[in-house]
């Protein structure tokens, strides 16, 4: 495992301090299976999540790395103030454990917050959270699904989330599926639809071909439930 790790070295854009943070070689990976909302398990025994959120050992910035370089002046002065000062120096630049992701995922929340960040950052933050507890069948993960489903309805609405790197297509598909794997089938077939009548569909095909899939299989789970009562 450790020959999977490297060390990626940073600047903090808080503090401007140096340190190395854990990055995973994407090459030697090997699939073993992909899940309906994204999420990626590896046969290699680790998870590339684990290393997805950068934390500067000194202020406790931390952010993903696409964000890590994008705050503003104003932004730093909040971090300062209101996570830096109350900080002790800690290292989240080794081999992390499980506690030490989940709360790296929670410092970049809090930030992610106090910052306004767009709802498809803080949104996606938290449905990898969601896959982390998911591996460990912690029960949270149900929570952050739910959160990461209200942060991602809301983007959908009032965000150009192309900018987090997202696209209406496959964000519609991901609401769709977020609102299935929570047991909302009306609201999960509501958004499988939107996915699968938006104007770029053509372009998503792999989508497309998901969507219709699992469109399908909320209906019948609707439907079954409906007969349970
Ligand atoms: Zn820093």
Redesign the pocket.
């Given at each position: 495992m450790e020959k999977l790790l490297y060390d990626k070295d940073c600047v903090?854009s808080?503090?401007k301090?140096n340190f190395t943070t854990k990055k995973i070689r994407t090459r030697p990976l090997r699939i073993k299976k992909r899940e309906d909302d994204f999420n990626v398990i590896y046969k290699n025994n680790v998870n590339p999540n684990y290393y997805y959120i950068w934390v500067?050992p000194?202020?406790g910035?931390a952010a993903t790395e696409r964000e890590f370089n994008n705050i503003r002046e104003n932004q730093i002065k909040m971090v300062k103030k209101m996570v830096s000062s109350k900080w002790k120096e800690r290292d989240f630049g080794g081999v992390r454990t499980f506690k030490e992701a989940e709360e790296s995922f929670k410092i970049a929340l809090f930030i992610a917050q106090i910052l306004k960040k767009s709802k498809a950052y803080t949104g996606g933050v938290c449905l990898r959270l969601a896959w982390l507890y998911r591996e460990v069948k912690d029960p949270r993960e149900q929570e952050f699904l739910a959160y990461a489903l209200k942060f991602f309805e809301e983007a959908y609405q009032t965000e150009r989330i192309a900018e987090a790197g997202l696209d209406e297509v496959t964000l519609a598909y991901l609401n769709g599926e977020l609102n299935r794997k929570l047991g909302h089938y009306n609201e999960a077939i509501k958004w499988y639809g939107i996915a699968l009548e938006h104007p770029n569909i053509k372009r998503k095909r792999q989508i497309q071909l998901k969507a219709r899939e699992q469109w399908r299989r909320a209906r019948e789970q609707h439907s079954s439930e409906k007969a349970v009562e």
């Open positions: 903090c808080v503090c301090y500067c000194v202020c910035y």
